[in-house]
């Protein structure tokens, strides 16, 4: 199965989880950048409000293209027991990188105008474009938790099954259109996975709740579909 684009893997995602129940108005916040793309459909299927979460990667050292865990901005952490093992990172390297990746996570989320909206007491779902280390997601649940939310959800449109397994740990309820233990990157399921823009992901956020869904597809379709190098 490949989708065309984000936007109609968020359309099926969101389709998805309405049909489930239960998730009515949930708060909605997708990972940056092609997460709020997703995110953003899902919450007009779902009649919730959209907002953002940033988690970033923590580098192994030596190796900055290897992630060894994520952070979000509140210090929420997650770090593969198995890479700590096998590199043999040191404890005051991951202090560091945890402090200056949560500091950047921080700076990103300002970017985006601080579009978060209060999470206690409420069901959250976290939405990425796909699963590979699960890293980031993972971060991500546990900042919502630690904020209050009373139900923890993790949707994306794939994951691979291991990836998927190791995040029902952590959530409520995971959520995925395709578990594909074959899955070697998340670009292979879409015929359009250009890189997102953070000009694109502030619009989708500032338009959201503004509008009526519907205007808002309108609006944002025509610059989410942007040819790549367009």
Not at 7 to 16: F, I, R, V, Y
Not at 148 to 165: F, Q
Not at 210 to 230: W, Y
Request: proline share 5%; aromatic share 4%.
């Amino acid at each position: 199965m490949m989708w065309k684009d984000r936007e109609e893997a968020g359309e099926l995602l969101g389709q998805h989880l309405r049909g489930i129940g239960g998730l009515e108005g949930a708060v909605v916040l997708g990972i940056p950048r092609g997460g709020v793309v997703v995110a953003a459909d899902v919450a007009d299927a779902l009649g919730g409000e959209l907002g953002v979460i940033v988690a970033r990667k923590l580098r192994a050292p030596h190796q900055p293209e290897l992630a060894i865990g994520a952070v979000t901005s509140d210090g929420s952490v997650w770090v593969e027991p198995r890479a700590l093992r096998v590199l043999g990172v040191d404890p005051e390297y991951l202090e560091a990188e945890q402090m200056y990746q949560s500091e950047e996570a921080r700076r990103r989320e300002a970017l985006f105008g601080g579009h978060r909206p209060s999470l206690a007491g409420r069901s959250v779902i976290v939405v990425d474009d796909g699963i590979a280390t699960g890293a980031t997601a993972m971060a991500a649940l546990r900042a919502a938790r630690a904020a209050g939310a009373t139900t923890v959800v993790l949707a994306a449109p794939v994951a691979s099954p291991e990836r998927a397994d190791m995040l029902r740990g952590e959530a409520d309820l995971v959520v995925c259109l395709i578990e594909d233990p074959n899955l070697y990157a998340v670009g292979q399921y879409y015929e359009d996975f250009r890189a997102i823009e953070d000009d694109e992901v502030m619009s989708l956020l500032e338009s959201h709740g503004r509008t009526p869904s519907t205007e808002r597809r309108t609006s944002t379709r025509g610059m989410a579909r942007r040819p790549s190098g367009a």
